[in-house]
DNA sequence: CACGTTAGTAAGTCATGGCTTACGGTAAGC
DNA sequence: GCTTACCGTAAGCCATGACTTACTAACGTG
């Protein structure tokens, strides 16, 4: 139960539109900073303080390759975020399905 | 392919800290306003205006109770974001696997 | 039936953070 | 070595949105 400091960064990173987009175009191929700006509404310096975000988060990485950097995603801070939701998600599960027999059982005993 | 919508909903509700506080309070225990309000830093109003973005997202539902409202966590929309996070989790250990593959073939090339 | 409790909405304030331009710094190519 | 391409950081601007107070409304209780 300690995704949940991973999961907060990752849940803050993924809260810009942004930066999700940026995150589902990375998802799709490993791209430079530069190859991202030029398919998005933004400059390229705006890319590049989105990309700190993510990898602060743990979301994306870095490898350097001559002068460009290319980002790809990183399982592992994503598998954070992944995992903290999964959890409430089996928690909200197992809650309402309680909920549904309870509510069951009071009609059943009026 | 498309808990991209609702994900998105999520992901954009869940970035607000104070939001996941309230998020994870509801998740240990059903909760009214005024309860979860007095737990909070922030004033009621403030707890209402955030459970109006949570249900709009689907990650909570709510239920009258008298003048009390109940919010639950919602296992819809927080199944939705789950899924979309664990379809990107699966990207990136796929290609990380890959990417480390290659570069073995790489060295072991030289 | 009035009062107290609970809660959503409106309006207005203010800070957070996302964006831009400008700059500096590094690696490849001629 | 000089130029070009690629990128991160700094500084400053500005809009979004989170928060507050005030108001209105609905339900239960004496």
């Known amino acids: 139960m300690n995704y949940a400091n991973k999961a907060w960064d990752g849940l803050a990173a993924l809260g810009d539109p ?4 940026i995150f589902e175009r990375i998802a799709i191929r490993p791209s430079a900073v530069g190859e991202l700006a030029r398919g998005l509404p933004v400059s390229r310096p705006a ?3 989105h990309l700190k975000v993510l990898k602060a988060a743990g979301l994306v990485s870095e490898q350097a390759q001559g ?5 790809r995603l990183d399982p592992r801070g994503i598998g954070a975020v992944r995992d903290w939701l999964d959890s409430h998600w089996a ?9 549904a027999d ?8 009026t």
Chains 1, 2 share one sequence.
């Open 18 to 21: 942004t930066r999700r987009e």
């Open 47 to 49: 890319v590049s303080q």
């Open 67 to 71: 002068t460009r950097r290319i980002y």
């Open 91 to 99: 928690t909200a599960m197992t809650a309402f399905q309680d909920y």
């Open 102 to 109: 309870r509510q069951h059982d009071q009609e059943a005993g």
